[in-house]
């Protein structure tokens, strides 16, 4: 799939790459701090804009295909996929509401 930023096309990643290329970076350095070159405790500006708890990502970024199988999204996402796929169950619905819903505060 393309990456759009612009969330013009249908079928697209919803963010650019150079945001994706910096949260892959910036995942990295977070999951190893022992290596030469690890990042500041800053938060990468995708997970801020899709409002994703950096905690959580980092947690299930360890476990990313484990904990989500096939698709990665919002539960309402992972639903909607269901819908189109014609099936009763996805793995990762868990994930997803740890990731991407926000808790009380």
């Known amino acids: 799939m393309p990456f759009d930023a612009t969330a013009r096309l249908k079928a697209a990643i919803p963010f650019g790459f150079d945001d994706y290329l910096e949260l892959v970076e910036s995942t990295g350095r977070c999951l190893r701090p022992d290596r030469r070159g690890a990042i500041s ?35 309402a996402h992972l639903t909607q996929l269901c819908v189109q796929r014609q099936t009763k169950f996805l793995h990762g619905m868990r994930a997803a509401r740890t990731v991407f819903e926000q808790k009380a505060a």
């Open 41 to 75: 405790e800053k938060t990468p500006r995708l997970l801020q804009r899709l409002n994703i708890d950096p905690e959580h990502f980092l947690t299930c970024a360890n476990r990313l295909m484990t904990a989500f199988g096939s698709a990665i999204g919002t539960p």
